[in-house]
């Protein structure tokens, strides 16, 4: 490869790590790091005009918080390699975010188990429940989340999929296929807890004077 290909390649990956940031503020960082540099200098190694020496790429390559390499790499091998480091590091933020989020949901749903818990043993809870809204909330785990993230994104990624499938639908699909009916009775023996039995209303005390709420006058008829 010619000397003055690398120059270009290098002004290449110069201008795509340089990104939003202006020539002048990375000439002006530059000359704080004792390099006679100004906008024209970066314009000109950009263009593939003006060779980068070594020992400004080892400050230019920390101006751009990048590996000396990223700038002397071939354009597409320089691109694979920026868009793996940037996707690797996305993909381990968002998995903080996802690990975080499903813990706060996890806790909270051992807390609803909890409330249930002490909701089955109440008389006359079991009357006042929404067993439908219950019924909701136990489907959904982390299993069934996961699952109908995968679900959603493999469609987004196949085209024929995308235009075919509903993404309401898909989760509704899934959900129905997973789905948890609350039913206090069986919750209370899942749970070993005791069968609560509603009171029974009191029978009827007889009337003074009266056998069985009869008149003794008629009995003795």
Known sequence: ????????????????????RSQKAL???????GWKWSQATVWSIEKGERPLKFVEAVDLAEALDIRIEDLLQEPELATATRDVSARTRQTLALAEQATEALIEFERERRNLDDAIDTGVRLPGWDRMADHNQI??????????IADM?????????????????????????????????????????????????????????????????VDQEETER
């Open 1 to 20: 490869m010619a000397a003055d290909e690398r120059d270009v390649h290098v002004g290449q990956n110069l201008t795509k790590h340089r990104g939003i």
């Open 27 to 33: 000439a002006d960082w530059m000359r704080k790091r």
């Open 135 to 144: 019924s909701s909330a136990l489907t959904y785990t982390t299993e069934v």
């Open 149 to 213: 993230a995968r679900s959603q994104v493999e469609r987004e990624r196949d085209p024929l999929l995308a235009r075919k499938s509903d993404p309401e639908r898909v989760k509704q699909i899934i959900l129905e296929r997973e789905q948890v009916w609350f039913i206090p009775d069986q919750w209370r023996a899942k749970r070993g807890l005791p069968l609560r039995e509603d009171p029974q209303e009191p029978p009827d005390t007889p009337q003074e004077g009266t056998t069985d709420g």
